[in-house]
């Protein structure tokens, strides 16, 4: 029960960033210095058009770089969307899945994130599966039984510890400068750990890396990344910012 998973900060840029952003990239790439590397897994999503040249740009750095969402279907005629073996092919590892703003603009329920999460696995991606409640389901008390119905829904059933990291993100925290207490996260996260049992298996529920994500900053990301079964971060707004996302990370740089 030991074995703590090596943690990730993971940066989630949604619908920001041009080719001239790769500038940012570079940034992230001389601040990943090796006390740090020794210490934490970075992960860049940028927008699906950046993947590719990200991708060739962060060969040697071991900064990862993933999609922010993928079609259930490996082909076909899905106009505008983008599969797992595409975001795979272009040197993507990782792929976020059922984000709380897919779930909310594009309807996603938790069979489709659940399909998409198949589908990164299908590829060979490393699925970071998002779940969290909104405020009206906080201020009625249902926060637990929310979260524990959308991973249930949204997980595969032959998700590893090798290919699935949990992502919660409470959906009134998120771009709104709120988070919840850390008492709060300890006890959501204490939750998914428990069900991560039904998923993996007794012997790897310790080894899935469960993310906490919602307006995490350089000032409150060492409060926040101290919570047990708190094992990384999902940024939004401040990976967009090299220093910031940095300053997150060097949380782990005690
Ligand atoms: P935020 O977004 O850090 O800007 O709150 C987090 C997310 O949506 O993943």
């Not at 940034?27 to 992960?43: A, E, F, H, M, W």
Request: charged letters at 20%.
């Amino acid at each position: 029960m030991t074995d703590r998973p090596r943690p990730l900060v993971a940066g989630n840029w949604k619908m920001n960033g041009l080719k001239s952003s790769a500038r940012i990239l570079g940034d992230l790439q001389i601040g990943y210095t090796p006390g740090l590397r020794s210490k934490v897994d970075l992960l860049v999503c940028p927008p699906a058009t950046l993947i590719q040249n990200f991708a060739v740009l962060a060969i040697g750095s071991r900064i990862a770089i993933g999609g922010q969402d993928c079609h259930a279907a490996e082909s076909g005629a899905y106009t505008g969307d983008i599969s797992a073996e595409m975001l795979a092919d272009m040197g993507a590892s990782y792929v976020i899945v059922g984000h709380s703003e897919r779930r909310t603009y594009h309807r996603e329920k938790d069979a489709d994130v659940r399909a998409k999460a198949e589908a990164a696995h299908r590829a060979g991606l490393i699925a970071i599966v998002c779940v969290g409640e909104s405020r009206e389901e906080r201020e009625a008390g249902k926060t637990l039984a929310v979260v524990r119905r959308q991973l249930r829904g949204s997980v595969p059933e032959a998700a590893t510890a090798a290919d699935l990291v949990i992502a919660y993100e409470p959906v009134w925290a998120i771009g709104t400068g709120l988070t919840p207490t850390p008492s709060d996260v300890a006890e959501v996260h204490a939750l998914i750990r428990d069900e991560l049992r039904r998923i993996v298996g007794r012997a790897d529920q310790t080894k899935v890396r469960i993310l906490y994500g919602g307006s995490v900053k350089p000032s409150n990301a060492k409060e926040l990344l101290a919570v047990p079964n708190v094992d990384g971060a999902l940024v939004g707004g401040a990976s967009l910012v090299a220093a910031d996302f940095l300053a997150i990370a060097g949380a782990y740089l005690v």
